[in-house]
């Protein structure tokens, strides 16, 4: 089956700088990969997706790039905010109808004003 | 909010008890997930219904019975749980191949 690997685990930024958060996934058929923002007391949320057709997406401050090749892709926020801080995690979904996320281990992000 | 709900969003219960979680989604969405949050633990995915059909039972001990009595419903039936049992239960929900959408979960402590 599918194997996410997470990294790092925890990131500590100064308000203003840029957070980067990397996945690697094991099976090459995989083609959607969301990210999603965990806060305090609540559910994950999307905040950014890319399918295995694209190499980049952007959405203001938020990125995602994907590597097919190297079978990796990661989660780039410029000028962090306060309200940033969160658990990031990433996901990978398989083709064939398969609907079920394997996710990574999350990312535990401080932003420090 | 994401149109999932989940209650009670806390539960605290003996070892010898019976509850129930319980969630509902109003998305529209095909399959619904259940999933326990550890601290320092990934996600871990529990059950799967799809059309009301369970389609993904991950060695899940059967202290826990989910029941999906419609497209929008979907109970965790707890049943003489134990303390590791204590996390967070996430509900999420979805159309086929897309993104999931999340309740706020139910915390859960088994005394």
New interface residues.
């Given amino acids: 089956g599918e194997n996410v690997e997470q990294h790092p685990s925890t990131l500590s930024v100064q308000e203003g700088d840029s957070a980067v958060i990397k996945c690697t996934y094991s099976d090459s058929a995989s083609n959607y990969f969301p990210w999603y923002k965990q806060e305090l007391g609540k559910g994950p949320q999307l905040i950014i997706d890319i399918r295995s057709n694209v190499g980049e997406k952007k959405d203001q401050r938020i990125a995602v790039t994907l590597n097919k090749t190297a079978k990796h892709f990661s989660l780039h926020i410029t000028e962090t905010q306060p309200e940033d801080s969160a658990v990031y995690f990433c996901a990978a979904i398989g083709p064939g109808g398969s609907y079920i996320p394997t996710f990574g281990r999350g990312t535990s992000l401080i932003v420090h004003p | 909010e994401?149109g999932?709900t989940?209650t009670p969003r806390h539960l605290v219960m003996g070892m010898t008890n019976k509850k129930s979680l319980k969630c509902e989604q109003h998305l529209g969405h095909n399959?619904m997930?259940w999933y326990k949050q550890s601290a320092k633990?990934?996600?871990e995915?529990m059950f799967?219904y799809?059309l009301e059909e369970r389609v993904?039972n991950n060695s899940v001990p059967s202290r826990f019975s989910p029941e999906c009595p419609n497209s929008s419903h979907l109970f965790l039936h707890l049943h003489t749980l134990q303390p590791e049992d204590s996390a967070l239960y996430?509900c999420?929900s979805?159309r086929?191949?897309?993104?999931?959408?999340?309740?706020?979960?139910t915390r859960l402590t088994v005394l």
Avoid: C, D, H, N
């Avoid at chain 2, 086929?96 to 979960?105: A, K, R, S, V, Y």
């Fill in positions: 994401t999932v989940q399959a997930y633990k990934p996600l995915l799967v799809s993904e996430l999420a979805s086929t191949g897309g993104e999931q959408f999340f309740g706020p979960g």
